[in-house]
Each structure stands twice: as C-alpha cells, then as structure tokens.
C-alpha cells in the first residue's frame, strides 16, 4: 500500500534524491543539502518508517523501500533523477537502479554492500547476534520489536547478485569511508562490476559523509558534474 514519505527539498535543477541509512532520517544529510542545494534541486526523503514517515502496513524490506521511492517520484512528477543513497540508502539505490533504470540519470552509493557478509566479519556477527536477541526480546518489548525490524534489514538483507550490476548502464559512483564497515574488497568489487563505475575512497568511517563532508561533497560535484 502507498504511503507519503517526508521529505525535505530545497534549490532548483536536475533532481537529485538523499537516501539516508537505517535507522536515521534525511536530516544525515545536512551538510549535502547546503552544498548541493546550490546547483540541484534536492530531496532528502525519509523512508518507510524512518524519521517522519509512516510505517505503513507494507512489508518492512528495502525492495519495498525501492518501490515506495518509486511512487514518491512519481508524485512529484520526477521522470528521472541523479541518487545518493547512504548504507541502507545506496543498497535501496542498487536495488532501484536495478528496477527502474530509466529512472536513474546517476547513481551514487556510499556504504553499500550487496549482501549483509559484504559487511567486515565482526561487525556482521555483531548484527547478526543484536538482531537474534531482539527477536526473543521483541515478544515482551514494542520497542525491541521496532529495533528487530531495522536490525533485520541489515542482518538479512539485501540479496544483490554480482553478475546483476551488469545492467546498471548509469554512471555510478561507489564511495566508502577508508575505515567503513562495509570490507574494502567488496566496494572494490562494486565499484568493477559497474559498467560506468567509479570508484571515490575518502578518509573517515562509515559515516564519511557527514564526517568528512568537505572531501566528500568534493568527490560527489566532481563525478555530477563530469
């Protein structure tokens, strides 16, 4: 079932959409907002129960993510548009790309993996361990319940095939922090099986953009504006 979504907006130009992490809201991107503002017409959106925007009775699952970006475009009469997606938010980019490629006119994933083990070995076993204990907590707790679904998402999902980046024809932009914790290797690898991508390494963690604002936004206008 279709919801509205939050959604901040500000400045003019090609549309370019901010797809925040799980278990944040649009405002992750503050400092890209100010920057980009400048030259494109901004939306940072909060997904489907996420900051301001209802959780709705739709499946809880990044695929639904996907779609319900797809109808929030659509209502905002949006054709085609450039995505930064963060983490969670550059996996339900792939996952849109994948969909609805004559939607994308560029793509930009920072911190995204294909499958939860593209995660570094210990911070994956430690989602998997806090997910399955807020499985068993979450039958006393609402609040448990609420953390077990976010928690799910990064424990369970996504499921992106290697081969399936093949059909990405858009530019795209893989951009991780140098000690992120998504593995080295696997944004590497990301970055290859693009077929027009580009890789961006920026000092800083997982959380690089809002960190490390200047260099990122740097690589970021950089790879828009080529």
């Given at each position: 079932m279709e919801i509205s979504l939050y959604w901040e907006e500000r400045g003019n130009g090609t549309p370019l959409v901010l797809l925040h992490g799980n278990g944040e809201d649009g405002t992750y991107f503050a400092r890209q907002m100010e920057e980009f503002s400048r030259d494109f017409r901004v939306l940072a959106v909060d997904t489907r129960g996420h900051g301001r925007s209802p959780r709705g009775t739709a499946p809880f699952s990044l695929d639904q993510f996907a779609e319900d970006l797809k109808d929030f475009l659509d209502g905002r009469g949006i054709a085609r548009a450039a995505i930064l997606g963060f983490s969670d938010g550059g996996n339900i980019?792939?996952?849109?790309?994948?969909?609805?490629?004559?939607?994308?006119?560029?793509?930009?994933?920072n911190g995204a993996n294909l499958y939860p083990s593209g995660m570094k070995t210990g911070v994956w076993l430690a989602t998997e361990l806090e997910y399955e204990f807020l499985r068993l907590l979450a039958v006393f707790s609402p609040g448990a319940a609420k953390k077990r679904d976010l928690f799910r998402l990064m424990a369970r999902e996504p499921?992106?095939?290697?081969?399936?980046?093949?059909?990405?024809?858009?530019?795209a932009l893989v951009i991780a922090g140098t000690d992120d914790m998504i593995k080295e290797s696997h944004t590497r690898r990301m970055a290859a099986a693009l077929?027009?991508?580009?890789?961006?390494?920026?000092?800083?963690?997982?959380?690089?953009?809002?960190?490390?604002?200047?260099?990122?936004?740097?690589?970021?206008?950089?790879?828009?504006?080529?």
């Open positions: 980019a792939l996952l849109f790309a994948l969909r609805y490629p004559s939607c994308v006119e560029k793509l930009i994933v499921h992106i095939r290697w081969e399936s980046l093949k059909k990405i024809a858009a530019p077929p027009r991508g580009e890789l961006a390494l920026i000092e800083g963690s997982h959380f690089v953009a809002r960190e490390n604002s200047r260099e990122f936004n740097r690589a970021v206008r950089k790879f828009l504006e080529s």
